[in-house]
């Protein structure tokens, strides 16, 4: 017998793998931070044994789920303006709120918020870009959760950073801090074509080819954007993008609403990573990304939330809801995106979106131990018949039991092991009031 640091035994494992193997009475053997067997339950038990076993019998167990773009501070912003244009949204409440309340206690706070709604939810890997990166990846790193955490680049004073060059040596150093650390991906975040100048963004393909760094930003968001893009560059956000060199395979780039059918090639071809996120798209009218014809085509596809003002949570259920059912309803088509393939979006694609499928996004033997353990007997989810219509459109964030991420329990039977959730709310509530002030009389009370 082998030893193992850990086993899960029994339960259904949706492996999502590139057979799509649904395991029945299975069980997943740990070693330090990866999954060295999965299989029948008799078979791995046979082989391996366990201090540690988690009994998942009646479960369901899956890849940890994937959220491919996030602001994850901004979950103090929660609420704060809604139902709103863009413009007044951003300029009016976004913008004037941030000027007054971003500091790194802030960005702390907020993390620490959104980590817990995450890992409540079965959320194991994030993709982010604000400001404070380093401490946004601190918090991450104590509290056990994986994540691609962007330092933003923006051609305007912001909270951490007043030029270009500070912010440029602040990435510097924080690419160095993290780079290979076991959960952190360090990244560098051009916040969008419109807010960085052409030598601003070149320069940041220049450092992500000389340190490796992922490139996360926002590309063609919304038709404005485009119509902007094309006056002042002859050419649409991606087109213009390529024109400059900025484009790689290192790229991570959020919403991508307005490409063309030639874009989309374009796209397929450098190795574009993709990230759909229906809600904010819907919530802020931006429009409907092309999703099935990205997937027909093969991009590198994930599925993110956005920021929780434009959201207004982190859930992953229910973006893959939404995504399934906004193109059905958008394409008056209710096969062109299934339940599996919205599945699909959260984990094994949603890993590739993120140039990181080697490692997570499927329960694999040599994968990293990102698992979730879900319950499948809540009166929203009985009676069973498809595993990936449960999972998709039945299945809430409330049924998320355990959490495991890089072999370590995060969250056992719904108690959260590596954060507080009183002094998380708490904190939370101090910044509220204070948001408030600072905003005058524009937030009335509760
Ligand atoms: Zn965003």
């Known amino acids: 017998m082998k030893r193992a640091d850990l086993l899960v035994v029994g339960g259904t494992v949706v492996t999502m793998d590139s ?64 139902d709103l244009d863009l413009q007044d949204w951003l300029t009016k409440y976004i913008f004037p709120a941030e000027a007054k309340n ?26 982010d870009m604000y400001y404070f990166e380093d401490a946004i990846a601190d918090e991450t790193a104590k509290a056990g959760v994986r994540g691609v955490l962007g330092e933003t680049i923006i051609d305007f004073p912001v909270a951490d950073n007043k030029t270009n060059a500070e912010g440029m040596a602040y990435v510097e150093k924080f690419v160095q801090k993290w780079k290979g650390h076991e959960l952190i991906v ?29 490139i996360v930003t926002h590309i063609s968001e919304t038709k404005r954007e485009v119509d902007d893009s094309l006056k002042a560059h002859g050419a649409s956000p991606v087109d213009y993008l390529n024109r400059i060199g900025f484009l790689s395979n290192k790229v991570i780039a959020a919403h991508m609403v307005w490409p063309s059918e030639e874009e989309l090639d374009l796209l397929k071809k450098i190795g574009v990573g993709v990230v759909h996120n229906p809600q904010s798209n819907m919530k802020l009218a931006s429009g409907v990304a092309p999703v099935p014809n990205m997937l ?36 008056g088509d209710p096969k062109v ?53 449960d999972l998709v459109y039945a299945t ?41 002030r600072s905003l005058g009389g524009a937030i009335t009370a509760p």
């Open 337 to 389: 995106l299934s339940a599996q393939e919205a599945f699909e979006l959260a984990t094994i694609r949603g890993a590739q979106a993120l140039h990181l499928e080697n490692e997570i996004g499927s329960i694999e033997k040599g994968k990293r131990a990102d698992l979730v353990i879900v319950e499948r007997d809540s009166l929203n989810q009985i009676p069973l018949y498809n595993v990936y219509s």
């Open 102 to 127: 971003v500091t790194e206690e802030f960005v702390r706070a907020g993390t620490r918020l959104g980590l817990a709604e995450m890992i409540r939810g079965g959320t194991t890997t994030y993709c």
């Open 296 to 331: 027909k085509r093969g991009l590198l596809i994930g599925l993110g939330t956005d920021g929780a003002a434009s959201n207004n949570d982190l859930n992953m259920w229910e973006e893959m809801d939404t995504a399934a059912k906004l193109h059905k309803v958008f394409s």
């Open 396 to 436: 809430k964030a409330n049924d998320v039991e355990t959490v495991i991420i890089n072999g370590r329990v995060v969250m056992r039977d719904r108690r959260l092991l590596t954060l507080d959730e009183a002094a998380i709310k708490a904190s939370a509530l101090v910044f509220r009031e204070k948001i408030a």
């Open 186 to 214: 360090p990244a560098i975040a051009p916040h969008a074509p419109y807010t960085v100048s052409e030598e601003h963004l070149k320069a940041a393909r220049a450092f992500s080819d000389r340190t490796g760094a992922p």
């Open 19 to 82: 057979e799509l193997h649904v395991i029945s009475d299975a069980a997943i053997a740990i070693v330090g931070s990866r999954i060295v067997a999965v299989g029948p339950r008799r078979d791995v038990t046979g082989r391996y044994s366990s201090k540690e076993v988690i009994d998942a019998h009646g479960k369901l167990i899956i890849p940890g789920l994937i959220n491919g773009h996030t602001h994850i501070p901004m979950t103090l912003f929660r609420g704060l303006a809604d």
